[in-house]
């Protein structure tokens, strides 16, 4: 049996904050503004995951009105994800993932992205896959407002 689950995540930037992407610090003038670390990237897995199993959003679980997530790792949010795919006896079949913004340039950053994400989610990171464009300009992103990150997510029944 095999479930697919799609996850978007916008943030802006802010002065005075780190920017994490994909659970990696990037080094960079300005970071993205959240209750948690902010990681774009992994609320949108978090989101596809919980999506694929039926399971709502990434706020009904882990709410910014509660203090305990604040300033909270995402990675960490991410390993409660995994939790509940395990629990429902899933595994990571592949995970695609699209990261917008203008700058940085994070191309150098994209396969040690997989890295830190295959081993919160106990998988190969072969089966991530990380990409970057840019929106020519366009929109918030283009302005260099912020950042947004799409995710889809296949999971696949474990033997």
């Known amino acids: 049996m095999f479930k697919i ?12 904050r780190k920017l994490i992407l994909g659970g990696l610090e990037i080094p960079y003038s300005i970071g993205l503004a959240g209750h948690s670390d902010a990681d774009v990237v992994v609320h949108s897995i978090c989101d596809a995951i919980l999506g694929a199993l039926g399971l709502g959003d990434i706020g009904e679980h882990f709410p910014d009105s509660d203090d ?9 949010l991410l390993d409660e994800v995994k939790k509940k795919m395990n629990g429902q006896n899933f595994q990571i079949g592949n995970l695609d993932i699209t990261i917008l913004m203008e700058n940085p340039k994070i191309g150098k950053y994209k396969k040690q992205m997989c890295e830190i994400l295959a081993s919160t989610l106990d998988c190969n990171s072969e089966l991530i896959n990380v990409k970057a464009t840019t929106t020519e300009k366009m929109g918030f992103i283009g302005e260099g ?3 947004e990150s799409r995710a889809i997510v296949l ?4 033997d």
Request: hydrophobic share 30%; aromatic share 14%; charged share 40%.
């Open 145 to 147: 407002v912020g950042v």
């Open 68 to 76: 305990k997530y604040k300033d909270i790792s995402s990675l960490k």
């Open 5 to 16: 689950g799609y996850g978007a995540d916008f943030h802006r930037f802010e002065k005075n």
């Open 155 to 158: 999971l696949k029944k474990k």
